[in-house]
């Protein structure tokens, strides 16, 4: 079936530190890939995608790339903010007639001042 | 409205007691969605509306849950006689579409209903 591992959180950044959250993938056949964010009292947004290997996804600092030969897609920040502080959901969607996101567990980040 | 809209925001219950989440997607929508968010776990899928099609209850995790929607609109998620475990927050979601060409379909999602059974 299909699947989708993030590193264990919370984790806990100061101010303009570098951010990288792993994910991996499983995945039966060749799936859209997806960074959602959930800020605090917020519903889950879409922070960035990419829909083929080798895309690059981009948004407000954030990357990430779709990288097939290690089914994964890291997301990475040079500089995170505050303001950055949310809980991070890798999700995956395979087909272009499937309608089906199935999430990571999420992945808690601090960023203190 | 600008959003997706979901109600209550938090609900306690008792078990054994039924409970009714409600869901406004955004207007113009097709597509909703009920997800669910247990502590330490990712999001489960619970059901899928698309129109005026049948929906897709394959996640529905047992028959005390149901859910329907009205008019192609406003839907409503319903638990019957709630445990213990079902205590999580419902996550609904609505999309414009149910892919397009590239199939990343873009689902925006409401805050949520924190349901705590005691």
């Known amino acids: 079936g299909n699947s989708v591992t993030q590193m264990e959180g919370p984790v806990t950044l100061s101010e303009e530190a570098f951010l990288t959250i792993n994910c991996t993938y499983t995945a039966t056949g060749y799936p859209s890939l997806f960074w959602y964010v959930q800020y605090p009292g917020e519903g889950l947004q879409l922070l960035l995608k990419a829909t083929k290997a080798d895309d690059k996804g981009s948004n407000k600092g954030f990357e990430a790339t779709y990288r097939k030969e290690t089914t994964s897609f890291h997301l990475e920040k040079g500089s995170v903010q505050v303001s950055d502080s949310a809980v991070y959901f890798c999700?995956?969607?395979?087909?272009?007639?499937?309608?089906?996101?199935?999430f990571g567990k999420g992945t808690k980040l601090s960023v203190i001042p | 409205g600008a959003g997706v809209s979901q109600s209550p925001s938090n609900k306690v219950t008792e078990k054994g007691k039924d409970v009714e989440l409600r869901c406004d997607p955004i207007s113009g929508h097709t597509a909703l969605y009920w997800y669910r968010q247990s502590l330490g776990q990712g999001l489960e899928f619970l059901i899928y509306?698309?129109?005026?099609?049948?929906?897709?209850k394959s996640g529905l995790p047992s028959d005390r849950f149901s859910a329907e929607r009205t008019g192609g609109s406003v839907s409503t998620l319903t638990i019957q006689r709630t445990q213990q475990e079902d205590s999580a927050v419902y996550l609904c979601a609505s999309s414009s579409r149910v892919a397009g060409a590239g199939g990343a379909n873009v689902l925006t999602f409401g805050a949520g209903s924190r349901l705590t059974v005691l």
């Open positions: 999700a995956l969607k395979i087909g272009a007639g499937s309608y089906q996101l199935t």
């Open positions: 509306f698309q129109g005026n099609s049948a929906p897709d």
